[in-house]
């Protein structure tokens, strides 16, 4: 119990300094600031759209390692929590290296179709869906191996095809796996600061997002960091405590 | 828990402590030759923590070994970082002797939160140059060449020194820049030059030159209506006082100034 209560307050002792030292009277005039309101709907957008790219691309890659046997398997399911391991930042650098302008992909991207990622809000959702990415995956293998195969099996023997099994079957079976795994990703993503600063780079409006602003407000005014980081602290667990509600009820 | 802060309170203290212990006999700092302005006969010993603007890091890092040449019994360790982040430590108590900012303004928190022991000195200024990929492939000579269409342009935050330095600069030269980013610091702007992600980035001069290798630096007239100074002070609470005003007269000497210059620094 002890341990536990410890544990908590670690965890909450943080926010209750930032609560302490927030400055509450000038709070509603420096909401108010123009730049906030922008900064915040482009980290709420840009974390769903990554939490969108993680799930589609991330339970395939869950499934593929929770229920077929490959050569090399364990390396694959290594290489997959790179990005938990990797500095951000140095994740930055590896993703310009290969999207950025003179990347290996971003250079044929850029002859090919005129499109460039970094410094665009496209970027943003890259970089933020590389780093976030293995919170899925992970809970998602995670909630597959605890389901039973034979569920799918038994549909495979009634007619049923692979993408039919899997989505009338297992995906049901492991859908509070898969609603765990996105809220991780999205929280995940909606903090990630060092990948996409590097990526995507800083600008208002474009790739500003919350963390940026904060570290940005930091330089200036640390009042103004805290009002920021307060208010993306209230509307994250406003939506995680909303859709936990949604969830538990049906 | 409060019994826990204070463990580790004075295990902080205890290793602190325990760094200067081989040099506990109390000789008297040496100095620097009594013809530069550096020596002092006080008696510093120990170790000595100088917290400096990033952009120091190569000019401080010869610095410090030249120091330590005359002052055997004093070391130094260096913390390097942008200039706000320091402050903010400093100001939150962290144990420090002596602060080198890369703006007046951060310098000022600082002395306002009543943390300096005396007046901040200007011992060095900087100024912008532009930055380009090696051999200046885009041909830039001025800085109304950053505003041609299809040119991506890095510059800093305004937040930071060298972003408010920048915009200073566009001011004075009548030009409305549109960079592609506003970078957390100077190194990351050059970062992006370095990487081919820009074409051009303002940067201090130092920086372009430290990275001489890789990026050229072309000077524009305008940078002179932005020039940076860097103040030096040493803290109130510095646990090694001594040292620090010693160090603080050593950066300012002759020698140490020419490595500065030699960094591309200006004097004050």
């Known amino acids: 119990m002890i341990p536990a209560l410890a544990g908590l307050a670690f965890l909450v002792l943080p926010l209750a300094g930032l609560l302490i030292r927030a400055p509450w009277t000038t709070l509603p005039a420096r909401l108010a600031e123009p730049g906030i309101l922008a900064a915040l709907r482009l980290s709420l957008l840009t974390a769903t759209l990554a939490t969108m790219a993680c799930l589609l691309l991330g339970v395939p890659l869950a499934w593929l390692l929770a229920r077929t046997d490959f050569r090399g398997r364990r390396i694959v399911r290594a290489l997959v929590t790179v990005p938990l391991v990797l500095p951000p930042v140095v994740g930055g650098v590896a993703l310009l290296l290969v999207f950025g302008r003179r990347g290996l992909i971003g250079e044929w991207l850029d002859a090919t179709f005129g499109v460039t990622l970094p410094f665009s809000t496209a970027g943003v959702v890259l970089a933020e869906a590389f780093v976030a990415m293995p919170f899925l995956v992970i809970s998602v293998e995670g909630a597959l191996r605890g389901a039973d195969a034979r569920f799918e099996e038994a549909a495979a023997t009634l007619g049923a095809s692979r993408w039919t099994a899997f989505r009338r079957v297992t995906l049901p079976l492991i859908a509070p796996g898969v609603a765990a795994g996105a809220v991780l990703c999205w929280a995940r993503a909606l903090g990630e600061f060092g990948a996409t600063i590097t990526f995507a780079g800083n600008f208002p409006g474009r790739t500003q997002t919350m963390p940026l602003a904060v570290y940005l407000a930091l330089e200036q005014d640390v009042d103004a960091a805290i009002v920021l980081s307060l208010l993306l602290l209230a509307v994250s667990v406003l939506i995680l405590a909303t859709l936990r509600d949604r969830w538990t009820t049906t | ?268």
Request: aromatic share 4%; hydrophobic share 50%; charged share 15%.
């Open chain 2, 1 to 268: 828990m409060t019994k826990i802060l204070t463990g580790l309170a004075l295990a902080t203290v205890l290793a602190t402590a325990a760094c200067g212990g081989d040099s506990a006999n109390s000789d008297a700092v040496s100095g620097a030759p009594a013809s530069s302005a550096g020596s002092v006969g006080t008696g510093a010993v120990g170790p000595l923590t100088v917290l400096a603007a990033a952009s120091l890091t190569e000019a401080f890092d010869k610095i410090g070994t030249d120091f330590e040449a005359r002052n055997p019994q004093i070391e130094v360790t260096f913390s390097y970082g942008g200039s706000s982040g320091l402050a903010q430590q400093i100001t939150s108590g962290a144990p420090a002797d002596v602060f080198a900012a890369a703006s007046p303004a951060t310098m000022d928190t600082v002395v306002n939160a009543g943390d300096a022991a005396g007046a901040p000195v200007v011992f060095v200024r900087n100024q912008l140059v532009i930055a380009v990929g090696k051999g200046n492939p885009k041909g830039i000579r001025t800085l109304a060449d950053l505003t041609r269409p299809a040119l991506k342009v890095a510059v800093c935050a305004e937040q930071v020194p060298c972003g408010a330095a920048a915009t200073k600069a566009a001011a004075a030269a009548g030009v409305k820049l549109t960079p592609v980013t506003q970078e957390q610091d100077v190194k990351s702007a050059l970062a992006k030059v370095k990487l081919g992600e820009v074409d051009a980035a303002l940067v201090y001069r130092t920086d372009a030159k430290a990275a001489a290798a890789e990026v050229d630096g072309i000077e524009f007239p305008e940078s002179a209506g932005a020039v940076n100074d860097y103040p030096i002070v040493a803290l109130k609470d510095a646990p090694n006082p001594a040292a620090a005003a010693a160090f603080v007269a050593f950066v300012q000497t002759e020698s140490e100034l020419a490595v500065l210059t030699d960094a591309g620094f200006q004097k004050p």
